[in-house]
Structures are given as structure tokens and as C-alpha cells.
């Protein structure tokens, strides 16, 4: 069955809701100092008992459909995919920032429907998105579950610090990665005189 893309203007909750993000997570990534004190490195901790992440509240998706309908608005995007007539994924990028980069403001799928490419498609697509609004590179705040940092990690972004977190109290930190674009500009060549 093939997955069906379309881009939104406006956040719609009960598209969103049809997005199951509930999850087992049996790992969590954690931040720790290198040997040598200058750069950071992430160690993943074990979770006994697993932590249960549960499908949206009505709180959590009324906070957070505000937030993303006002990113936007001010020149973000919202990609959904379907399968069947049913929303089994979707992403938002925000507006570009001064510094050229752009935020994966978020990118959710199905349980039931996860590692199956997904993920990727949507992915692929908002940062293809990015690249067309000239971004710098494509900033991810990610929660720091096994599954989120591995994703990220298999779409080639660099992980470039830990922040703290107060959005979702159950994960109170994020894996912050950043995707670097190479410009499509390149400096003329200087020859040696």
C-alpha cells in the first residue's frame, strides 16, 4: 500500500490524534563529559523498568497545536503521510532563523506503522524543504529515547549538545542534533600567482 504526502497550512488536531506516538522505551540516552574534558559523548542507560510513552493527551496536543500552528504561520511547514486514508505520520519545520538554520520542530509516526520508511520519507522530505528555503542546516531538539537518537543518527545528523528539557517532564533532556547543508555556492578558486 503506498503512503500518500501532502503539505498542510493549518495544524489539524484530529489528523494529528490518528498519529498513535505511544512507545516502550527501553533506552535513553544520556550526556557524559570525554576522557579528556573538552567535547561531550552520549552513553546509553538501560531502562528498568521500561517507561511507557503514551498516546497524546488532550492537554499535551492542545499546547503543543498551538505552538506548531504558530511556527506556521510565520513560514514553517507541516507535512502529513497517509496510508489508507488514515495519518500515520507527519512533521513541522519552523521558519528559517537568522543564523540560516531551520527547526524540526517535530516529526512523529504510528506505532504501528514505525520502521517502515516513514520516518525517513517524511524526513527526507521536510529537509528537502529546508534546503529549498537556502537553510544552513536543519536543528533537531530530540527526545533522547533509543529510538529517536538511532533515527536521527541513520539520517546523517551530527549530534551537537544535550539540553534540558521541561516540555515533557518524563524525558528531562534533549539530544540537540544539527544536519549541515553544503552551500550551493561555492567560493571562485583563486589562482596562485
Known amino acids: 500500500m503506498s503512503i500518500q504526502v501532502n503539505e498542510l497550512m493549518t495544524i489539524d488536531v484530529e489528523i494529528m490524534r ?8 527501553d533506552g535513553l540516552y544520556c ?6 574534558g573538552f567535547g561531550l ?3 546509553k542507560i538501560n531502562q528498568d523498568p521500561s517507561i511507557k510513552i503514551p498516546s497524546w493527551s488532550e492537554e499535551g496536543m492542545s499546547s503543543r ?31 528559517k532563523h537568522a543564523d540560516g538554520s531551520i527547526e524540526l520542530v517535530a516529526l512523529f509516526v504510528s506505532s504501528e506503522v514505525r520502521k517502515s520508511g ?16 537556502k537553510a544552513s542546516s536543519l536543528l533537531i531538539y ?5 529510538s ?7 539520517q546523517n545528523c551530527e549530534i551537537v549538545g544535550i539540553a534540558d528539557k521541561s516540555l515533557v517532564t518524563r524525558l ?11 552551500s550551493e555556492e561555492k567560493p571562485p578558486n583563486k589562482a596562485s600567482t
Open 18 to 25: 490518528q498519529v498513535d506516538r505511544s512507545e516502550i522505551v
Open 31 to 36: 550526556g557524559r563529559q570525554t576522557s579528556n
Open 41 to 43: 559523548e552520549l552513553q
Open 65 to 95: 497545536s498551538k505552538k506548531w500552528q504558530q511556527e506556521i504561520e510565520i513560514g514553517g511547514h507541516m507535512l502529513t503521510a497517509s496510508k489508507a486514508g488514515k495519518t500515520v505520520g507527519f512533521g513541522i519545520i519552523g521558519p
Open 118 to 133: 516513514i520516518g525517513t520519507l517524511l524526513f527526507r522530505q521536510l529537509e528537502a524543504m529546508a534546503r529549498m528555503e
Open 142 to 146: 530530540s527526545n533522547p529515547t533509543e
Open 148 to 154: 529517536a537518537v538511532d533515527f536521527y543518527r541513520r
Open 172 to 182: 528531562p533532556w534533549d539530544v540537540v542534533f544539527a544536519k549541515p547543508f553544503e
